[in-house]
């Protein structure tokens, strides 16, 4: 299986903060990386896809970039309702695996 | 508007049975994988089931193969998890997604707890 290493596992940061996700992939997944947030209560959004791919709506502060197996989430200023907790996904072969999570709070 | 609606949730003894739906509007549904994502009490996400757009092929996590199984009625618009010998650890909100490689559309989920 497919591990995927998510880092860190909580971040507290400040309104207009630059943050930044990553997650480590045990192997070669190409882009097949997607992120994903989720408020309390709600279900995942999809935020990011084919790893640097903005979904539909999603407000362009969100990003992201990969660099071989490592991927990265950049949120370039850090709004109120940033806050949740951030999971990618490789979809690059079953059993698909998630990340363990960042919970993303204010500072 | 894309729309996943699941039901079916609620409390079950270990042991038992329980199937899931989840209602598809706003898209052509045969046109798509998809798949059940559930996430226990205060943990992670995790992928538990996708099945192709035909029905034909089906693909599950190694803790739920040979007692659940995905499903699909194309005519319905409707996915199906038949969830048998449940067990403490199924216990989670189960959610419906549209799959295109990544999960674009969510549904709002539904609990299954298993408990005596």
């Known amino acids: 299986d497919i591990q995927m290493t998510q880092s860190p596992a909580s971040l507290s940061a400040s309104l207009e903060e630059i943050v930044t996700i990553t997650c480590q992939a045990s192997q070669d997944i190409g882009n097949w990386l997607s992120w994903y947030q989720q408020k309390p209560g709600k279900s995942p959004q999809l935020l990011i896809y084919g790893a640097t791919s903005l979904a539909d709506g999603v407000p362009s502060r969100f990003s992201g970039s990969r660099s071989g197996t490592q991927y990265s989430l950049k949120i370039s200023r850090l709004q109120v309702e940033d806050i949740g907790i951030y999971y990618c996904?490789?979809?690059?072969?079953?059993?698909?695996?998630f990340g363990a999570g960042t919970k993303l709070e204010l500072k | 508007e894309v729309q996943l609606v699941e039901s079916g949730g609620g409390l079950v003894q270990p042991g038992r049975s329980l199937k899931l739906s989840c209602a598809a509007s706003?898209?052509?549904?045969?046109?798509?994988?998809m798949a059940w994502v559930r996430q226990a009490p205060t943990k992670g996400l995790e992928w538990v089931a996708s099945?192709?757009?035909?029905?034909?092929?089906?693909y599950y996590r190694d803790s739920v193969k040979g007692r659940f199984t995905i499903s699909r009625d194309n005519a319905k618009s409707t996915l199906y998890l038949q969830m048998d010998s449940l067990r403490s650890e199924d216990t989670a909100t189960y959610y419906c997604t549209r799959v295109e490689y990544y999960f674009d559309y969510w549904g709002q989920g539904v609990m299954v707890t298993v408990s005596s």
């Open positions: 099945i192709t757009n035909s029905g034909g092929s089906t």
């Open positions: 996904l490789q979809a690059y072969s079953a059993p698909y695996t």
């Open positions: 706003g898209f052509t549904f045969s046109n798509y994988y």
